[in-house]
């Protein structure tokens, strides 16, 4: 997916970007070129890919969420910033906590932060189940199954909040028992399977709250 194909891709989920933004996410996509020399952020590095697979990819909740009547938003096992730092560019409204279990990586999201100059956002070291606060959003990319990841981000939901899990194909995952158990606690709100533009690789968001 070249920045062409981006803007366009965008479009079609009702994503203006602006010049500022694009910008943005280049020096995004160019420091983590080079932090990933040093620690292991990603095995996507090439551009088309990391447009497609990571830029991309973090703005499709907006499908089942609208970011802009969102004021908080918490990234769960962010890893590299995806989906939260791209969710802040795009989304400069959010106030964003980014959270990772690894040091070396919150040492690289200040530094995205810091270079990006992006403000309301922070990254914090912690394991999800350990860490409190309350958020309109929450979400988390590609972290563990989602029987386990309800442990590690429900507690961070709002009463009015939702969490958005997302994920490849779900089909495995959210078997029907494995539904029926996460309903005795949780609403399931939505599941929306899609493919990616181009490659047609599966994708899911399942949108939780509490009952």
């Known amino acids: 997916m070249n920045k062409e194909d981006f803007i366009e891709a965008l ?19 160019h420091l983590m070129l080079e932090w990933n020399e040093k620690i ?36 769960v096992g962010t890893g590299a ?9 795009v989304f400069p409204n959010l106030k964003v906590t980014l959270i990772d279990s690894l040091q070396k990586r919150v040492n690289y ?38 029987e386990k990841l309800v442990n590690y ?6 009463k009015d909040g939702v969490f958005v899990a997302m994920k490849g194909n779900i089909e495995e995952e959210l078997t029907t028992s494995v539904a029926n158990k996460l309903k005795q606690k949780y609403n399931i709100l939505k599941v929306e399977e899609f493919l990616l533009p181009k490659e047609n690789s599966k994708r899911s968001l399942v949108v939780m709250s509490h009952k």
Not at 13 to 28: A, M, S
Not at 153 to 158: A, D, G
């Open 11 to 29: 479009k079609e989920i009702n994503i203006e970007i602006t010049e500022k933004q694009l910008k943005q996410l280049d020096q995004f996509y």
């Open 40 to 75: 292991n952020l990603t095995r996507i590095t090439e551009e088309t890919e990391v447009y497609l697979k990571h830029f991309y990819d973090s703005l499709t909740i907006t499908k089942v969420v609208d970011l802009k009547e969102k004021r908080t938003l918490c990234d």
């Open 81 to 89: 910033g995806f989906p939260g730092i791209v969710l802040k560019i």
């Open 109 to 146: 999201l200040n530094e995205i932060i810091k270079v990006l100059q992006l403000t309301d956002i922070e990254a914090i070291h912690s394991r999800g189940e350990d860490y409190k606060g309350q958020y309109d959003v929450v979400t988390s990319r590609a972290v563990a199954n989602i």
């Open 153 to 158: 981000t429900m507690h961070l939901v709002s």
